[in-house]
């Protein structure tokens, strides 16, 4: 990009991804001029150490963007780099890495589409009250409230680059789902990000907070992010076989069954997702797959025979996590499994939930991870995930860990009310 295309921006803000998924960003001013590269500190966001801190931030400009709330600023997400090249442990670099590596040896481009579920809830202080800030149902009539800040959310994206496909209330009182174009996984990723940073400021400007947590509320469904999957060649769909899925893709799903307990940190990364991936409550718990049964963990969704959407839904992402950590390891399960030629039969007309555990063990479906602490263990133990993802897997993991160890050492409420009385 030149001098020009920087004409109309003061300033610019460079964002960038932490191990965890959590934003940061830096604002530098550029006078109308085309920047560079910007060193900064990666110890005060755990990347680094303290006696070797330097991390600069390298922008990539096809992702550059005017910011819809501040005049003359743009927006661009940006790599991490050492002196060394690329930093291990920068997250959106390993999606750039896992999927160039894909590209590289199959052809193949790997495509997703997100739908985020999220809760708004109201403040109090300047601060979010965990109570219901509405008592709607799933497709509610909008109110005109609503409408507002869905045309709000919809035009700050759309400015931002991120094209709105629906927009709806959810099963729980005070939650919403929004989906998005399908795209490049790392595009994707991107915008999955930047969809956090806009619902949320919107929000507050409604005197609302939206929370991704995935279950801030016990008795009612937790939120979500449906995973929509394909590869594609040549700007053709390796998913579609006619109005059937291809043995690519039959192959990509048995890869994800296979490693579905050692995806789950990835895909599930705090303490709360393993209180939303419960039975009862829409969220899948067991590994499987179906062409339309949504009590499973991937399913096909309906296409009406059209070969183009050819595509498969994985249903036990949470969007607590890091959208770049949680496509490469769902890239990484999927592509061992057209490796490796492996093959997983559907599970169509059951209701998953009401097989005894001895009918699952002859179906050979196993459960998913009931717990933070359970899910590290599986990931650590999964050599083909963390093979590819390098020093990235183990700085991961040691984040992980800590929360599940803080979690295993704080005492409640809940257990002072159960066990006060010993």
């Known amino acids: ?46 990347m680094k150490k303290i006696f070797d801190s330097d991390v ?7 992702t550059l963007k005017e910011d819809p709330w501040t005049p003359n600023t743009g927006v661009v997400f940006c790599d991490l780099h050492d002196k060394n090249g690329p930093l291990a442990y920068s997250p959106r670099d390993l999606l750039k890495r896992i999927a160039s590596e894909v590209k590289n040896k199959t052809g193949y481009t790997y495509k997703t589409g997100a739908e985020m579920e999220f809760f708004l809830l109201p403040m109090k202080d300047g601060k979010p009250v965990f109570e219901f800030s509405d008592m709607d149902y799933y497709f509610a009539p909008e109110s005109d409230k609503m409408m507002a800040i869905y045309s709000d959310i919809k035009s700050a994206l759309q400015s931002l680059g991120v094209s709105v496909e629906a927009f709806h209330h959810e099963v729980a009182p005070g939650q919403y789902e929004v989906s998005f174009t399908f795209d490049d996984a790392l595009k994707n990723a991107d915008n999955i990000q930047t969809v956090k940073k806009t619902l949320k400021r919107i929000a507050k400007s409604y005197d609302l907070y939206a929370t991704f947590m995935p279950k801030p509320f016990f008795g009612v469904n937790g939120s979500g992010m449906h995973v929509h999957q394909s590869l594609s060649k040549s700007e053709d769909n390796a998913f579609a076989k006619g109005s059937e899925l291809s043995d690519i893709a039959l192959q990509f799903i048995a890869g994800q069954v296979k490693h579905a307990r050692g995806l789950a940190a990835a895909i599930a990364p705090t303490v709360n997702s393993y209180k939303r991936l419960v039975p009862g409550y829409e969220a899948p718990v067991y ?7 949504r009590s499973a963990m991937i399913r ?24 770049y950590v949680a496509f490469s390891a769902m890239l990484v399960a999927g592509m061992d499994g057209i490796k490796d030629n492996l093959h997983v039969d559907p599970i169509d007309s059951t209701n998953i939930y009401h097989l005894s555990k001895s009918e699952r063990r002859d179906k050979g479906i196993v459960e998913l991870p009931c717990s933070l602490a359970e899910a590290v263990t599986e990931m650590e133990n999964d050599k083909v995930i963390m093979d590819a993802f390098g020093d990235f897997g183990d700085k991961y993991l040691e984040t992980l860990a800590k929360d599940a160890e803080e979690y295993r050492l704080a005492v409640t409420e809940w257990e002072r009310e159960k066990y006060h009385t010993r």
């Open 287 to 293: 590994a499987c797959w179906s062409r339309t049964n």
């Open 300 to 323: 096909e969704p309906e296409r009406k025979g059209n070969p183009k959407a050819a595509r498969i839904e994985l249903r036990c992402p949470d969007p607590s996590s890091n959208p």
């Open 1 to 46: 990009m030149e001098d020009k295309e920087f004409s109309r921006f003061e300033n610019l803000i460079y964002q960038f991804t932490g191990v965890s998924g959590e934003p940061f960003s830096k604002i530098v001013p550029i006078a109308g001029k085309k920047p560079g590269d910007s060193w900064t500190d990666g110890s005060s966001f755990g």
């Open 56 to 62: 600069l931030l390298v922008p990539d400009w096809s």
